[in-house]
């Protein structure tokens, strides 16, 4: 079947273009300046890929005649943000929970009132699929606004094989709906356990139920686990994780969130995509994850959220591992998408650098996806998912704090 060539179009004047070639050719560990591949003045000629980079006066002639966009020296270009861990397909209203919360109300207390993730599965269940998808579109737009170009939504609030197979349908949906994104779904049943079902039997369900069906009809492409204390054991994370494996998923790991059980070191030993969270991590999983290509997923927005300590981001960073961040976007525990507050919690708090957070949020978190064949970096012949900044400079992202996507970067691929 002939394919239609698409005329290559160019960006120039840009006031900066990152285009992060030296964060592939590190594979994200040990990020420095200068593996930001900073060019001022930059331009960038795309088709339905990458044509060609460079500063604007080095513009080839052949792409002379190409439609051009004038940056006018005022705008940066960044690889496309990819939001690696998110939680969007649910339904419900917890802001008064949040507000219970905030007067002192315990998590006990607000369970007792109905609260918690239960609330949330309640609501999702009885949502309409129609329903789930019209809140998720409109997330979705909003996290395209911030320059996000890939990103990952989880299944989990359904806890039941209908539930959970109806929010992956969704998923599939707005896969359709949103080609000029890359959506990535994963199937998280096991987020938590239903109320009204025994522990092994539900474990039964994800196992000799769900995961076959959701892989046969391809209603996901990694699965993950909640791995912690009071949730998921590490021999029933593993156990899942394996089936899943074996049934052609990617595979994430909810990991040492809570409580320091070990985790990223399984998930690292069992080849994960990703571990996530990490805020208890131990030395043996840092180093772990240092030697493995298992992604360290760092959701700084949650712990802010939750008055929780951070993640040691500088020790992982250190010892040689992939650190990527996500917004978490979820009803309980990080209700925001905006990927460039959390870079803003990650760069007071984490002690990340400017080239660490460029990573974090491009090519390492398109790894945690396993994108980054394609994705993260702005080169010759990958896909042309890039951002265009409302401001001269990258920094300025997550410098200017909580700032509004309503003014804000165009997604452009
Ligand atoms: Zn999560």
Excluded at 378 to 406: C, I, N, Q, T
């Amino acid at each position: 079947m002939p394919t239609k060539k698409i005329k290559p179009k160019a960006i120039i004047h840009a006031s900066e273009l990152l285009t992060g070639a030296g964060i592939r050719a590190k594979d994200g560990r040990r990020i420095l300046e200068e593996d930001t591949g900073r060019i001022e003045d930059g331009a960038i000629v795309y088709s339905d890929k990458i044509e060609w980079v460079g500063k604007t006066r080095d513009l080839p002639r052949k792409y002379a005649r190409a439609p051009k966009r004038d940056l006018k020296g005022q705008r940066a270009v960044i690889p496309g943000l990819v939001d690696c861990h998110t939680h969007l397909v649910f339904a419900g209203d917890r802001s008064e929970e949040f507000a219970a919360r905030c007067g002192g109300a315990s998590y006990e207390e607000i369970a007792a009132r109905g609260g918690g993730i239960v609330s949330t599965v309640k609501a999702t269940r009885a949502a309409g699929a129609a329903e789930l998808e019209t809140l998720a579109v409109a997330r979705l737009r909003e996290a395209m606004a911030f320059g996000v170009t890939a990103i990952e939504i989880k299944s989990g609030y359904g806890l039941s094989f209908e539930s959970e197979i109806k929010i992956l349908e969704v998923i599939k949906r707005l896969k359709k709906r949103f080609s000029r994104m890359t959506i990535k779904a994963t199937f998280m049943g096991a987020h938590a356990f239903p109320a009204e079902q025994s522990r092994e039997s539900y474990l039964r369900d994800i196992m000799t139920r769900m995961l076959p069906e959701i892989a046969q009809r391809e209603l996901a492409d990694a699965c993950d686990v909640f791995v912690d204390r009071g949730y998921y054991t590490i021999e029933e994370g593993r156990a899942v994780l394996s089936r899943a494996r074996e049934l052609g998923f990617g595979i994430k790991m909810h990991a040492d969130e809570l409580a320091d059980t070990g985790s990223a070191a399984v998930a690292a030993g069992l080849g994960a995509l990703s571990a996530d969270h990490l805020l208890k991590v131990n030395d043996d999983g840092i180093r772990a994850l240092a030697a493995s290509d298992t992604v360290a997923v760092l959701l700084p927005g949650t712990a802010f959220y939750l008055k929780a300590s951070h993640a040691p981001a500088r020790k992982l960073i250190d010892a040689g591992a992939a650190v990527a961040l996500s917004t978490d976007f979820n009803p309980g525990t990080c209700m925001t998408l905006s990927l460039p507050s959390v870079m803003t919690i990650a760069a007071l708090y984490l002690g990340m650098t400017r080239s660490e957070l460029l990573a974090a949020v491009t090519y390492n978190a398109a790894k945690a996806l396993g994108l980054h064949a394609r994705k993260g970096t702005l080169e010759a012949g990958l896909d042309a998912d890039f951002a265009v900044l409302p401001f001269r400079k990258f920094e300025e992202m997550y410098y200017r704090f909580a700032w509004s996507a309503v003014r804000g970067p165009s997604a452009l691929s």
